[in-house]
Every structure is written in C-alpha cells, then in structure tokens.
C-alpha cells in the first residue's frame, strides 16, 4: 500500500482540456513536493508547498495543499502535448517513514494528444 | 542538465554479479540520496548521506552498500545481483540533510540484470 495515492494512475486528454491529478495520505505532511519526470529523464521539482491551504501557480499549473495538509491536487489549466509525462507527489513529516526524507507516490501518467 | 551526473547510464550484467553505480552532486550540494525505480514500486528511498555521513536508511537491502567520498561523489554498489534487481537507479542532491530546497535528480543509470 503507498504512502501516498495518487489518482487517476493514467490520464489521456486532448490538447486544450483542463485536468486535475490527486494526491491524497492518511498522515500529515510537512511539506508536500510536486515533481515531472519525462522517460530517461529523473524527476524535476515543480514546487513546493508547506502551508495548509496553500495555493501555487506556475504558468497554467496551480498547485493546492490541503487545510489539514493530508491532500494536495495539481490542476493544469489547456493542457499541451509538452506537459506530458509523469506526475509525482512526494511528502514527509513527522508520522511518515524515513525520517525527514521524501516518499513518493506511484506517479500519475499524463498523456496530452493533439 | 540537471548538474547531478549519473555514470553509467546504461548497464547489463549477469546475474550473481557485483557493480557500482557512481552520482556526481550538483555543486555546492552536501546530501545524496539514493532511489530506485521499478514499475511496481515507483519510486524508493535507498540511503542519503549528508557531508560524508550515512544520514537515513530505506529500503536498502543488506547486499546493497553505499558511500560519499571527500570530494561529495557517491557510489552505490550492488552485490549478488538478482533479476528482481533489473530496474532504474537515481541519485539526487540537496544543499541541506533536509527537503526544505527540494532534491535535484540526475537522468539515472538503467541497470538490466539478465
């Protein structure tokens, strides 16, 4: 069972459609990272949040933390072909494995066709 | 280019053998971390060293070692391999022993085991 889930495990749309990806814990988190990885590629960071209620944006990406901080989503606003790739959420605080370190979630697939 | 360097970033070997996989940190960076993913486990936590240290371990297994040298490069060595071992390795980097600045990944080594 993850840590983290993330939902939906794939994602096919259009170009041009707006999409929503979850990340959701049982645990509280200290801080919540978003990251994109693209094949061959590691993971790039995207953003961090650390605030409950917190709210990011990064171009047409908005990015919103939970008030209880357990949940955050990612919402990508006309979609394009260059956003596909994977999408991880990774966390850590104070109940979760490792210490301080970053456990991630299985990953959301974006594809963006168009 | 992330700055984090991978070598190499392809390997095939044999079953029961031994090899070392080597990660370079972004300048400036004192922590390495350790991850491996596979298709069913996503991404997991290895092993982080801060300055030289062993700083956290996960889920290392016992014929898994690592180390960070002077310079700050780390080496992660894997031993009796096994097929189950087949799977992408990454290193990333941060400037503190915590998740405050995000991890900066390399593009990872392949590693097939046949």
């Known amino acids: 069972t993850q840590l983290l889930e993330q939902s939906p495990q794939f994602l096919s749309i259009q170009e041009g459609e707006n999409l929503t990806v979850y990340c959701n814990s049982s645990s509280v988190f200290s801080s919540l990272q978003w990251y994109r990885q693209e094949p061959g590629e590691g993971p790039v960071l995207l953003v961090t949040v650390v605030t409950g209620g917190e709210v990011k944006k990064l171009k047409r990406l908005t990015f919103q933390f939970g008030d209880a901080r357990k949940d955050s989503s990612l919402h990508i606003t006309a979609a394009q072909p260059g956003d596909t790739g994977l999408y991880l959420c990774?966390?850590?605080?104070?109940?979760?494995?490792?210490?301080?370190?970053?456990?991630f979630g299985a990953g959301t697939i974006l594809r963006v066709k168009s | 280019d992330s700055g984090v360097t991978q070598t190499p970033k392809h390997l095939i070997t044999a079953t029961g053998q031994r090899v070392t996989l080597r990660c370079s940190p972004r300048s400036g960076d004192l922590s390495v971390y350790w991850y491996q993913q596979s298709l069913d486990q996503g991404l997991q936590f290895l092993i982080q060293y801060y300055n030289g240290e062993e700083r956290a371990k996960g889920n290392i297994l016992e014929r898994f070692s690592a180390q960070q040298f002077p310079d700050l490069h780390s080496e992660l060595n894997l031993s009796s391999l096994e097929l189950g071992d087949s799977a992408l390795y990454f290193c990333?980097?941060?400037?503190?022993?915590?998740?405050?600045?995000?991890?900066?990944f390399g593009s990872g080594t392949r590693l097939t085991v046949v």
């Open positions: 990333a980097s941060s400037v503190d022993w915590g998740f405050n600045y995000g991890y900066t």
């Open positions: 990774a966390g850590v605080g104070p109940d979760m494995e490792y210490g301080n370190k970053l456990v």
